[in-house]
């Protein structure tokens, strides 16, 4: 038989253990980590730089239709 258990100013009770589930699911986060075990990085510069210089000028082709196209449409309201 034990001795009854009186309660203590000084003695604290061991705290009850629990097993934390996160109530909500970061798949940036997963994502980030996966790949940092892989090693691998989501980057990739190198399909920026090798682009084809054909796309560079059409660029500058729709810059200067706009302005075309806007200079004519200013000169039709005007006159």
């Not at 009850?16 to 691998?40: A, H």
């Not at 084809?52 to 082709?61: E, N, S």
């Given at each position: ?41 989501p980057l990739k ?23 075309i196209l806007s ?9």
């Open positions: 038989m034990q001795a009854p258990k009186l309660p203590s100013f000084f003695k604290t009770g061991n705290s009850k253990r629990f097993l934390f589930k996160p109530r909500y699911y970061d798949e940036r986060k997963e994502r980030i980590e996966q790949l940092k075990k892989e090693g691998k990085s510069f190198k399909r920026q730089k090798l682009k084809h210089p054909a796309q560079k000028g059409r660029g500058r082709i729709i810059i200067f239709l706009i302005i200079l004519l449409a200013y000169k039709f309201i005007i006159n």
